[in-house]
């Protein structure tokens, strides 16, 4: 049998798209950091048989290819890569650390590549499916997020056009753009320094419920659309961005006023 492979799987919307996936009968490959949290979230799941956890870094190649051999060798292989791992930071470009900018780069874009690659038979195999949990701040620039700004976009360009290329192959690629969740990639922000960082961040609006953005995505999925979106103010934002751009920036700067104090 087949399985989802998820990435980033104990987190918040992780964990959400876990659980939309287990309700719809399917095996799981969970990987994260965090060991404690992949067992947690495999007993409440329950049947054990039907889940496989993994704690490793994703941007350890010997990771990645630890959760492709374990796919294969318990279900025959992925049929859906849910590339969900992500880090954020808040700080100014010019004052934050470069190994900070290259931490998110690494872990946003770099791994979701490199796993989607290495996972590239068993895909084909299944003519299976890659989804992608890009981000609204890929398209638009937002303050304090240049490194997750950079990473996102570079994210959703990447598989753009591995879209293109694997369409032959029967693989198809799914780009989920959520705009502000209620998850713990904010609360575990970076600072510029590469510690936690130190002030709230800013938002515009109520931020959603991850379960409700795993069940746009899982729908998506299931429909084989290419792309799937949050809420309308942030699909409008980004319209703004290219049809008035200066308009744009100037409502954010003010809107992320507290950015530019850091």
Known sequence: MSSVLITGAGGGLGQALARAFWRRGHNLVLADLDTDVLRKLAGELGDVTRIACIAGDITDVAHQAELLARAQARF???SVLVNNAGITHRSPVAKTDPLVLRKVMQVDWQAPLELALGALPQLQAHRGSIVNIGSMAG????LGRAGYCGAKAALA???EVLRCEQKQHGVHVLMAYPS???TPIETNALGHDGKPARH???TIGKPKDAGWMAERIVLALEKRRRRVYSDRASVAASFLWRVAP???QRLMMRKFAVELRQ
């Open 246 to 248: 200066d308009l744009y």
């Open 157 to 159: 360009q990447s598989f």
């Open 200 to 202: 709230a961040r800013s």
């Open 139 to 142: 398209w638009m620039p937002v």
């Open 180 to 182: 502000f969740l209620d």
């Open 76 to 78: 025959g292989g992925v």
